[in-house]
């Protein structure tokens, strides 16, 4: 049992290395550019096991951007703990902020990716995907269970937020990202209105610390 334990570590082990080398080259390189040979031959790891483990390029690279999101959640909800009371808004626009910092050395990836992605329906919509699930767990942790239609609504009502920051962020070279932080406050204050004209809101603004939802 111990024996097997060791060869799953070695094998997680294995996967965040080649996820690493193939998302260093993809700063370089368009996602069909990139060889899982050389992936492998980066990473330490041996061809024949790096093709079993990874299966592709892209699910390696996903599988980085899932760690990535991981980090910075954790280090999100970090920061909600010590900051004490903030309301719902605050958590969510924090949340947001933070995954931009995260990705800020790795605009080059973002901005393969999005090329790729326009000609590639499925590697958008597993983007897509990936974007809903950060969402929701950014919800969730700010004390929006996201449940129901509206709850559904409220998570592609940020994803699209987040959309529209990206833009600006994109090209935001400043330390403090001023420029993404402000479009991302006038994208949220906006969605709420939305929100309020539409009644997907249950409990007011997202201002609110009781509310249980944004």
Request: net charge negative; charged share 25%; with cysteine.
């Amino acid at each position: 049992m111990a024996q097997d334990t060791t060869i799953l570590d070695s094998n997680d082990d294995k996967m965040v290395l080649l996820g690493n080398a193939a998302w260093t080259l993809l700063a370089t390189h368009p996602v069909d550019q990139i060889d899982l040979d050389v992936v492998a031959d980066m990473a330490g790891v041996e061809r024949g096991p790096a093709g079993v483990l990874s299966g592709s390029v892209q699910g390696l690279v996903l599988a980085k951007m899932t760690r990535l999101d991981r980090q910075s959640l954790m280090e999100t909800y970090d920061d909600i703990q010590d900051a004490g009371a903030v309301s719902i808004r605050e958590k969510i626009i924090e949340g947001l902020l933070h995954w931009f910092e995260t990705y800020a050395p790795y605009r080059s990836q973002i901005d393969q990716l999005n090329k790729y992605a326009r000609s590639h329906p499925d590697l958008a919509l597993r983007l897509l995907v990936g974007l809903e699930a950060l969402i929701r767990h950014i919800l969730v942790m700010s004390g929006d269970a996201a449940l129901g239609l509206k709850g559904m609504v409220r998570v592609k009502g940020v994803a699209c937020v987040f959309l529209a920051t990206a833009r600006v962020w994109m090209k935001d070279d400043s330390n403090d990202l001023a420029a993404t932080m402000k479009i991302l406050d006038q994208r949220m204050s906006r969605a709420e209105e939305w929100g309020i004209s539409l009644r997907i809101f249950e409990g007011g603004r997202s201002h609110d610390v009781s509310d249980g939802s944004i």
